[in-house]
């Protein structure tokens, strides 16, 4: 156990650096001179001069990667090049609000799909099940825009149960007041997707030998379906919700742009758009370094979930 | 960490058996829900076709209605649209207030008029009403819906294309040559999942800019990873097959093995994988272009009538968001059906 650990978080190391290395050349290299964004329009040559020099952009690319090391290895990536509030602290400001949306929805998502999911798989072949299978395949063709947008007119502006957008500084207010609309849709949409999806996993199981063999002795379906089916679908579901878990810290940003929500994901969407590269930058590194542990930490649970999984 | 249990087992081999398209194209015949799916994803393709050509909504930027004409089916409200007052004025200004009195140019407006009045205005004034209702500049949202059809549909196609074609690339290359190439492929595979795709479709579009071909780059470059998972597998298990050996007894170069011998094998894979990205990346570019960080503003897109379409529905012209999401709705689920019929039909094992 602990030398898999080891051995896995030995191998984060070239990843980490692809990662840092990737992000550096497509800023350093594709992108914009970050002089002439910072200084805007009416700045003079003796004004970009001084800021590539607190820059280091006048430093040879080497020396420039070492700095970005730097920045990464100490969790200073200094300012936002717009407002001039730390990055830090950027982040540490907009976490809150997207993990007060991301959370419910992620909690409510499986609570939803998984039992709807049980009971497609459960009445397999029959109408409903391809009456459900194929409702979720036009639900899943609509855009993403649509639901938002219409759900935001139709809950917020038509019928008035909550309000269009907004947030407040308190976050149990935020929970109850202005999370809901936005959880709502966003479960909604995803709803189709993740019921397919599990009822794909549930179908594989309740084609095993282990099915046949319960239904052989004349164990009840509901017995077979909760006490076999769904123990040994767990791997593919959980893995499913770790592929998920990375998302709920940049939100969906989608959601937060529509709603107003001062979340992360948000303000990575700002960034994009007024060329601020410092909260870009960190936004992925950080990010992907998350990703990694939690998969990391997905992994591990498997093993508790499936005793006969080997970790190799 | 994705189980690949995605076997192909070859129809075993007789002498006069169908080749593997024929045999699929047989059982895609049978499938109806397949065939009605394909029949509606061909007539847009021909939609497209027409559109591309000019042959229609070449026009669509004219603008052909008053301001947010409603669509004809359901009425025109007498008056109504007419005075939003939102159509910037264009040629001879209008006059709102009679100011004669103080305007100084006041006496020289007959003559100007006259003048106007030579000039034969070849448009024809604006309809009341439109087959689909018009946007806020008057321009057919038909024509709009169209335009935009034949934009985020290319984005799409080109975009998977490009994703599939790295994705195969160095899938194969990965799985055909394993040792240090293959490591240095998957690491840079293991880089590109390791960054969250949000974050990185927007770290792209922030060095990268705005534009139809940036966005068909984005996504193509964000998006390969899957094809290149799927291929690198199939590539690892037909590259140990006899017919590989045999290729190679017989002198057939490394090239020839890769794309001669065992591509033809695996191409239906490829096939499924291309149809899958192309709904996914049609989606993609709808909420990029929404955003503002797809197509760029001279163009229209589903995701640019979107755009528009939120600020309209508050005043309740709702046309243009409906036509949007019907034309993206039929394509995208008619797309999918396809898919997956195609799917059933190039790999009976997974029924």
Same mark, same amino acid.
């Given at each position: ?312 | ?37 394909? /029949? #509606?994803? +061909? !007539?847009? $393709? ?7 050509? @000019?042959?229609? %909504? &070449? ?96 984005? /799409? #196609?080109? +975009? !998977?294309? $490009? ?7 160095? @899938?194969?290359? %990965? &799985? ?115 955003? &503002? ?59």
């Amino acid at each position: 156990m602990t030398s898999y650990l080891l051995r896995r978080l030995w191998q984060m190391i070239p990843t980490l650096a692809g990662v840092i290395l990737l992000v550096f050349v497509l800023f350093r290299f594709f992108g914009g001179d970050p002089a002439e964004v910072l200084a805007g329009q009416i700045a003079d040559a003796q004004q970009i001069a001084a800021i590539r020099a607190q820059l280091g952009l006048d430093q040879p690319w080497w020396i420039q990667l070492g700095l970005f090391v730097q920045q990464i290895v100490s969790f200073d990536f200094g300012q936002s090049w717009m407002t001039r509030e730390p990055v830090s602290q950027i982040v540490a400001t907009r976490l809150p609000a997207t993990l007060t949306v991301m959370i419910p929805i992620l909690v409510l998502e499986v609570l939803l799909a998984l039992p709807l999911a049980m009971f497609v798989a459960y009445r397999r072949g029959t109408l409903t099940d391809r009456l459900v299978v194929a409702v979720c395949v036009f639900a899943m063709s609509i855009s993403f825009l649509v639901y938002i947008i219409v759900g935001q007119y139709v809950f917020g502006f038509l019928l008035g149960w909550f309000p269009v957008q907004g947030w407040s500084d308190h976050w149990t207010t935020n929970l109850v007041r202005y999370a809901p609309l936005p959880v709502m849709l966003a479960v909604f949409v995803s709803l189709a997707p993740q019921t397919r999806l599990y009822r794909s996993f549930l179908l594989d199981e309740t084609g095993q030998d282990y099915v046949r063999t319960a239904r052989a002795k004349g164990l009840a379906e509901p017995a077979i379906m909760f006490r076999h089916v769904l123990r040994n679908a767990m791997i593919p579901i959980l893995t499913n919700v770790a592929v998920q878990l990375p998302s709920i810290f940049v939100g969906s940003f989608l959601i937060e742009v529509f709603f107003s929500i001062p979340g992360l994901g948000r303000e990575v969407f700002l960034a994009v758009n007024r060329s601020d590269y410092p909260v870009i930058q960190a936004a992925t590194v950080y990010l992907a370094l998350l990703t990694m542990v939690i998969n990391l930490g997905a992994d591990l649970l498997y093993k508790l979930v499936d005793p006969r999984v080997t970790l190799g | 960490m994705t189980a690949l249990t995605h076997r192909l087992v070859p129809p075993p081999p007789t002498d006069r058996s169908a080749g593997v398209w024929a045999a699929a194209w047989e059982r895609l015949r049978r499938d109806r829900l397949g065939i009605g799916a394909l /029949g #509606v994803v +061909a !007539a847009f $393709l021909l939609l497209i076709f027409a559109s591309a050509t @000019g042959l229609v %909504a &070449g026009d669509w930027q004219l603008e052909r209605g008053v301001p947010y004409a409603p669509p004809a089916f359901a009425g025109g409200q007498p008056g109504g649209p007419a005075e939003d007052g939102m159509r910037p004025a264009r040629g001879v200004a209008r006059q709102a207030v009679d100011i004669a009195d103080v305007d100084p140019l006041a006496p020289r407006y007959a003559e100007w008029n006259s003048r106007a009045a030579k000039i034969v205005e070849s448009r024809p004034p604006p309809a009341q009403a439109l087959p689909l209702g018009a946007d806020r500049w008057g321009r057919d949202v038909l024509a709009k819906a169209i335009k935009g059809t034949q934009i985020s549909v290319f984005v /799409g #196609v080109f +975009a !998977a294309l $490009l994703a599939t074609a790295i994705g195969t690339l160095l @899938g194969a290359a %990965a &799985g055909y040559f394993r040792g240090h190439a293959g490591d240095l492929i998957e690491w840079v595979y293991n880089v590109f999942t390791a960054i969250p795709g949000i974050l990185l479709v927007f770290s792209f579009a922030a060095v990268f800019g705005r534009g139809i071909g940036t966005v068909i780059l984005i996504l193509g470059l964000t998006g390969w990873t899957g094809s290149y998972r799927l291929v690198r597998a199939e590539y690892i298990k037909h590259a140990a097959r006899d017919y590989v050996r045999a290729a190679r007894a017989i002198g057939a170069s490394q090239v020839s093995r890769i794309f001669v011998h065992i591509f033809p094998n695996i191409s239906h894979v490829i096939l499924v994988q291309l149809s899958l990205l192309v709904v996914a990346f049609i989606k993609a570019e709808v909420i990029l272009s929404f955003l &503002g960080l797809g197509v760029p503003i001279e163009m229209v897109s589903w995701g640019t009538m979107l755009g528009e379409a939120q600020n309209e529905l508050i005043t309740g012209k709702w046309w243009q968001l409906a036509a949007a999401t019907i034309f993206m709705t039929v394509f995208v689920t008619a797309f999918s059906l396809l898919t997956d019929a195609l799917r059933d039909a190039l790999d009976p094992k997974l029924r």
